[in-house]
Nanobody
Framework: QLQLVESGGGLVQPGLSLRLSCAFSGRTFNTYTLGWFRQAPVKEREFVAAGIGTGRIMYYAESVKGRFTISRDNVKNTLYLQMNNLSPQDTGVYFC?????????????????WGQGTQVTVSS
């Protein structure tokens, strides 16, 4: 059974950084596309970033381009999201998601497996 476990969330001041991690287990890591989504209070879950296959190709939502970086460690079977210059608009629960195969997957329904989420709060 594929499992995803996020960590690294917390409370941070605007302008600062956080790095989220997602530990992947139960399947062959580099055969899955992995992504990050987030959900703010009373809003729908939205795409943040994803890495195709081994992670050489990454793509981002416009709202985080230039500030967030997604990466994969194919030895540790871990997905990361480095978030810089955070703003209050980045507040929400961040979810790691996975699906088999490679491609440009940017909607919730594209992904089959989900972690439990980690809370990120950006506030002064």
């Amino acid at each position: 059974q594929l499992q995803l476990v996020e960590s690294g969330g917390g409370l941070v001041q605007p302008g600062l950084s956080l790095r989220l991690s997602c530990a992947f287990s139960g399947r062959t890591f580099n055969t899955y596309t992995l992504g990050w989504f987030r959900q703010a209070p009373v809003k729908e879950r939205e795409f943040v970033a994803a890495g195709i296959g081994t992670g050489r190709i990454m793509y981002y939502a416009e709202s985080v381009k230039g500030r967030f970086t997604i990466s994969r460690d194919n030895v540790k079977n871990t997905l990361y999201l480095q978030m810089n210059n955070l703003s209050p608009q980045d507040t929400g629960v961040y979810f790691c998601a996975a699906r088999g195969g490679t491609g440009w997957f940017m909607t919730v329904s594209d992904y089959e497996f989900w972690g439990q989420g980690t809370q990120v709060t950006v506030s002064s």
